[in-house]
């Protein structure tokens, strides 16, 4: 069972910068997909970004394409994402997901197995 708790959340004005960190606490994190999926209020859970087991291939939401990258570290069981550009409608409880059985990059939350609790980001304007 793997455990995923997030960091890095906060309160930010647009156009400014965060880095979310998501650590996994189990021995299989460098063998399978992780993503990044978040849910405004009101609104339902939506991908934001998802990563290879290796790190080489990355998938994005158009809605964050070329603001955001995600990125692991294998030797320290940690994805990460970069937010630049916040905007007030990237305001949401952003959550860390792992697969336990693909090691492919996909944006669909049905293919994430383990999810970490969240963490929020409110982006003002």
């Known amino acids: 069972q793997e455990e995923l708790v997030e960091s890095g959340g906060g309160l930010v004005q647009a156009g400014d910068s965060l880095r979310l960190s998501c650590v996994a606490s189990g021995p299989a994190f460098s063998a399978y997909a992780m993503a990044w999926f978040r849910q405004a209020p009101g609104k339902d859970r939506e991908f934001v970004a998802a990563?290879?087991?290796?790190?080489?291939?990355?998938r994005y939401a158009d809605s964050v394409k070329d603001r955001f990258t995600i990125s692991r570290d294998n030797a320290e069981n940690t994805l990460f994402l970069s937010m630049n550009s916040l905007k007030p409608e990237d305001t949401a409880v952003y959550y860390c997901?792992?697969?336990?059985?693909?090691?492919?990059?996909?944006?669909?939350?049905?293919?994430?197995?383990?999810w970490g609790q969240g963490t929020q980001v409110t982006v003002s304007s």
């Open positions: 997901a792992q697969s336990k059985h693909s090691g492919s990059a996909n944006y669909q939350w049905s293919q994430y197995d383990y």
């Open positions: 990563i290879s087991w290796s790190g080489d291939h990355t």
